[in-house]
């Protein structure tokens, strides 16, 4: 398997190794030794030549009239994807999504893991939720650089997300992953990954009616 280096991958590309990452996984649990492009594309709905053409960014990661070879290809993606180490994250905001989101324990599918949580609300504050002390959100440059936390996760009150956010930055915290509803502008070098639940179930429905028509 020979990798290419400093390539620059397109957003879209990127977007998707974790879904191949994943199914690569449930593979490997499996037994399955190697899998071609037109498998995976029947399996996860993505044109054979759209796989191929990002695989393609990283090197040579199969064999012609072999195809991929599943664990191979799993490892390059858990490293690609830093999942073989462990990544700790913090959730700011113990609302109902977050409360959601602590007891979801996806940590045990991979190494990400919510190593700390946050919330200004006194009734929260102190309380266990899923295994984890809830702090004051005045305590956040303290505690994340004590775990040594830079990415978190934002499922504060839309009104919040900004002035939050920017608290986050003077932190030095460089990713974001926005459950809120409104968008939030960072710097450069601070990476934000918004998912609006909304927008995703409107876009469903979209999609629904127009097989319908």
């Known amino acids: ?18 879904l191949y990452y994943r199914y690569l996984r449930t593979l490997h649990s499996q037994g399955v030794l190697r899998i071609n492009s037109r498998e995976l594309s029947e399996a996860l709905q993505v044109d054979s030549a759209t796989i191929r053409r990002d695989f393609s960014y990283f090197g040579e990661l199969g064999k012609r009239g072999y195809g991929y070879d599943v664990e191979n290809l799993m490892n390059f ?5 830093n999942d073989d180490q462990l990544t700790k994250v ?19 599918n991979n190494n990400l893991r919510i190593a700390a949580a946050f919330d ?20 956040m440059k303290s505690v994340l650089d004590k775990e040594e936390i830079n990415v978190v996760i934002l499922t504060v009150p839309g009104k919040f997300a900004q002035d939050v956010a920017n608290q986050l930055v003077d932190i030095g915290v460089k990713g974001i992953l926005n459950f809120t509803p409104h968008s939030v502008l960072t710097p450069d070098d601070v990476v934000v990954q918004s998912v609006d639940l909304t927008n995703e179930l409107q876009t469903l429905i979209y999609f629904m009616k127009r097989q319908e028509n």
């Not at 290419?4 to 991958?9: A, C, D, G, V």
């Not at 993606?77 to 994807?81: D, I, N, S």
């Open 1 to 18: 398997m020979r990798e290419k280096e400093n390539t620059l991958i397109p957003n879209a590309t990127a977007k998707r190794l974790a």
């Open 120 to 139: 200004v609300n006194p009734n929260v504050i102190g309380k266990e939720v899923s295994g984890l002390i809830v702090h004051d959100m005045k305590n």
């Open 77 to 81: 993606f858990a490293k690609t994807l």
């Open 90 to 108: 913090a959730l700011i905001g113990v609302g109902n999504l977050g409360n959601a989101l602590l007891n979801f324990k996806f940590y045990q």
